[in-house]
């Protein structure tokens, strides 16, 4: 079984710097598509970044564009995110995700999840 540990976060002043990481177990990690996606209390739960199977390929969602950096290493089974000039808009808690085959930006078509951290952004 599939299983995703999260760590990182925190709180950060505005245009400061936060890393996410994701440890994946119980399957074999290039198997996955990867993504971030994050949800701010009463909204929706929002695609971030995705990362394709090798990490040749990633993804941004428009509003972390040219700020955020997704990456993964296939030899330690992990997967990050690194935040920069952080806006307080950025503060949400924080998923990674994980799917066989391709990166996708719906949420409902991650099968397995990480619990989840709390990223917030404030003076």
């Known amino acids: 079984q599939v299983h995703l540990v999260q760590s990182g976060g925190g709180l950060v002043q505005p245009g400061g710097s936060l890393r996410l990481s994701c440890a994946f177990s119980g399957g074999t990690f290039s198997d996955y598509a990867m993504a971030w996606f994050r949800q701010a209390p009463g909204k929706e739960r929002a695609f971030v970044a995705g990362?394709?199977?090798?990490?040749?390929?990633?993804y941004y969602g428009d509003s972390v564009k040219g700020r955020f950096a997704i990456s993964r290493d296939n030899h330690e089974n992990t997967m990050t995110l690194q935040m920069s000039a952080l806006k307080p808009e950025d503060t949400a808690v924080y998923y990674c995700a994980g799917r066989p085959g391709g990166t996708r930006s719906k949420p409902e078509l991650y099968e397995y999840w990480g619990q989840g951290t709390q990223g917030t952004v404030s003076s």
């Open positions: 990362i394709n199977w090798n990490g040749e390929n990633t």
